[in-house]
């Protein structure tokens, strides 16, 4: 059951030929998952095809499926009790260092998402000229701990530039309009800029951080979810697992089922092109990246933004609000 899906670009679809991971859990009642997302594909894809190929039924999960717009709004809802798990970017790394979740399952690297866009008929050509003009983003996302860190690697600093938070169709409006001469967003924002704008310059985009400042998505529970509901967590991560495997083993496929189903707006070539701006890994590889702290490490690193920037006095580590073991239970053989 979907409550709420707006049509800002969607897709999906499905394979037969792709198995549950696991055996289906038989005579068990479902439990019933109310799950925030966002609509884009680093954070929903191996959903949308887990839930195409049943593979949420198959473990015994009723989910219901409910988008919203921004990973505050996210929070606030888990944190209100109106959703049980969510699903997010960077902001993934904010709230449980607060205290305020524990996250669970990693979807993606956001390897090249988060992209600066600039108009070169307003001057701007170079980081240097950015100093003292206004950039639009959305403060405390995925586009924001990039710009950041943009910023630093050019030789500037957070004060150096007047950060104008919008949320991301205002923020990338005000930059079409010529408002502000530019702006920090995340694909598929890039699509829109580009074709509104054909003199607009992607300055840098985040692959080029990639992987000392890696910026992770995922998902999270509620703290008391995480304590109670331990066995179902691990079966809905078995459920996702289905939806991985097929975007990792048959990715072209993956991208079409997903595509024409909830991204039919986006052009499919346009749509593989956001695709290669991530990175996601076969169960295996994610196993080692869980197991080897890599993950704990990239979650860290968004955390110190957090820290600074939303003013978190004493921040829990990533390796306390991070729970791998639900995925290594959930994979295992």
């Not at 206004?134 to 050019?154: I, S």
């Not at 990715?251 to 593989?272: G, N, R």
């Amino acid at each position: 059951m979907i409550i709420h899906r707006r049509a800002v670009l969607q897709g999906l679809g499905a394979s037969a030929g792709v198995a549950a991971f696991g055996a289906p859990a038989i005579a068990q009642a479902k439990a019933k998952v109310r799950v925030g997302y966002l609509h884009t594909l680093a954070v929903d894809g191996q959903m949308w095809l887990a839930n195409h190929l049943d593979a949420f039924g198959k473990n015994a999960i009723e989910p219901e499926f409910r988008e919203f717009q921004t990973g505050l709004e996210l929070f606030q809802a888990m944190i209100g009790g109106s959703i049980d798990v969510l699903s997010t970017g960077a902001v993934i790394s904010n709230f449980p260092a607060r205290g305020q979740g524990k996250m669970f399952l990693a979807n993606a690297v956001e390897f090249a998402t988060a992209q600066l866009w600039v108009r070169e008929d307003q001057g701007i050509k170079s980081f240097a000229d950015l100093k003292g003009k206004r950039v639009a983003t959305t403060a405390g996302t995925t586009a924001h701990v990039f710009l950041n860190t943009a910023l630093r690697a050019n030789g500037l600093a957070a004060g150096d530039i007047e950060l104008l938070n919008q949320r991301m169709p205002d923020a990338v409006t005000a930059f079409i309009s010529g408002a502000v001469p530019a702006v920090a967003l995340w694909v598929p924002f890039n699509i829109t800029v580009r074709d509104k704008v054909p003199g607009a310059k992607k300055l840098v985009d985040a692959s080029t951080y990639y992987p000392q400042a890696a910026i992770m998505s995922g998902w999270a529970t509620s703290t008391d979810f995480h304590t109670k509901q331990r066995d179902v967590l691990v079966r809905l991560v078995k459920a996702w697992s289905v939806g991985n495997d097929l975007l990792t083993g048959k990715t072209d496929e993956a991208l079409e089922i997903l595509q024409k189903k909830h991204y039919p707006q986006v052009p499919l070539a346009d749509f593989k092109e956001q695709f290669q701006a991530q990175k996601v890994f076969p169960a295996q590889e994610w196993r080692k990246l869980f197991a080897d702290g890599t993950v704990t490490k990239w979650l860290q690193q968004v955390t110190d933004f957090f820290a600074v920037v939303g003013n978190i006095a004493s921040p829990i580590p990533a390796s306390q609000y991070f729970d791998p073991s639900i995925y290594m239970d959930a994979t295992k053989a």
